[in-house]
């Protein structure tokens, strides 16, 4: 049973508002301006390639490194990509911000589209730091989607990736007929018209820089995101239709074969990934995986009061002590283990460690102007 030390702000006593308000961005102070930035495209097949942000230590091969995926209709500036770059590279850390394919304002650089299978891209990236940058220490983690081609990508290679070291994700999307079950209930109207909106913008994009590809006539009249699906995704991404694509990506079906250690951050009350997903025989059976559960926590919110050495941002905060530990959890505080909290195998968090200090959170380190990859300014993203 795993001991959690996480306190909700009181503000966020609502699953909607832990969802929503972390992301607001007045809650973030000033950005740091100190941190070495620079872009880097990755080639993850012969047509397309990733656009990513590397924060690298002054020596990195002796450095741990981190690759962070964002989560669906995110991009490298979501607002805790900027949080945990900050915080590892201060801690130590390389760090990769990592765009999805056509994320980002990145539609140019892949003909397709992008979805919740494309675990091979992020290998693919994993091999090109260690073959070309010589960096043999390499963790991952990512966020809702990001988590589940993370996990997907773990229990693929197994130890096919030997550079691969570890694995962090917070409210993974490892069932997605699940989640989209759960945003069509009419509670949760208002995110399934937020990420359908920003799909249809990203296909009118998608269709301006590859004429003739994307069929626009179809868009006014698709609905729901199951309808997208049925009519983009699958058909863009060689699945039959959307039923098929949701069977077939999601990470639940590897989960046993991950050999590296691996941190799941999940929340009871999370208003679209089922707690139930992480509950089956396949993560409570491999003994590499601990699951760090709360009662509260929304989808991705986790978000607390200011504390001694730690922002607000909880689940932020634990990603980057697991990585800098090198997979140890740490001892809790002195505090009341809630119900909630569960570790496969009745194992315990390993003795002897402390929280990390939290750092200064980062905006926007990027450099400002016209981006030499984007061919345009470079914009902050509220999400």
């Not at 209709?73 to 850390?93: N, P, Q």
């Not at 049925?230 to 039959?240: I, V």
């Not at 989808?299 to 504390?307: E, N, S």
């Not at 530990?325 to 009745?346: K, M, Q, V």
Request: proline fraction near 9%.
């Amino acid at each position: 049973m795993a001991w959690t030390d996480f306190h909700p702000h009181p503000l966020c006593f609502h699953p909607h508002l832990m969802t929503v308000l972390p992301r607001l961005r007045w809650w973030r102070p000033p950005p740091p301006i100190d941190i070495p930035n620079h872009s880097r495209l990755f080639t993850v097949a012969p047509d397309s390639q990733l656009l990513g942000y590397c924060h690298w230590q002054p020596l990195r091969r002796r450095a741990r490194t981190l690759i962070l995926v964002h989560g669906f209709e995110g991009c490298s500036d979501s607002h805790y990509m900027f949080g945990i770059a900050d915080k590892a590279w201060r801690a130590g850390l390389n760090v990769i911000r990592l765009n999805q394919r056509n994320c980002g304002g990145t539609e140019h650089l892949t003909p397709t589209l992008y979805h919740s299978g494309m675990s091979g891209d992020v290998a693919a990236v994993v091999r090109e730091l260690a073959d070309k940058d010589g960096v043999d220490d390499i963790w991952a983690a990512g966020y809702s989607m990001g988590g589940n081609l993370v996990l997907k990508m773990a229990g693929e290679s197994g130890t096919g990736l030997p550079s691969l070291k570890g694995i962090v994700a917070v409210c993974p999307n490892i069932d997605p007929a699940a989640c989209v079950s759960a945003l069509e209930q009419p509670t949760n109207w208002f995110y399934q018209h937020y990420f359908l909106t920003r799909l249809k913008a990203r296909v009118r994009r998608k269709a301006a820089h590859f004429p003739g590809k994307f069929d626009l006539a179809s868009l006014d009249r698709t609905r729901s995101l199951r309808e997208f699906d049925d009519r983009y995704t699958a058909f863009h991404g060689e699945f039959s239709d959307a039923n098929d694509y949701y069977e077939r990506v999601g990470a639940r079906h590897v989960l046993h074969q991950i050999k590296v250690p691996t941190l799941i951050i999940a929340s009871q009350d999370d208003p679209f990934i089922p707690f139930g997903t992480f509950t089956t025989p396949a993560v409570q059976s491999n003994p590499m995986i601990r699951i760090l559960a709360t009662e509260q926590g929304g989808h991705c919110g986790f978000f607390q009061r200011p504390r001694q050495n730690e922002d607000c941002y909880w689940a932020e905060n634990r990603l980057v002590a697991f990585v800098v530990r090198g997979g140890l959890l740490w001892a809790a505080p002195a505090i009341r283990p809630p119900a909630t909290s569960l570790l496969p195998g009745n194992a315990s968090p390993h003795a002897g460690t402390q929280p990390i200090p939290g750092h200064p959170l980062c905006a926007d380190p990027a450099p400002t102007g016209i981006h030499p990859i984007l061919k345009r300014p470079v914009r902050r993203s509220q999400r």
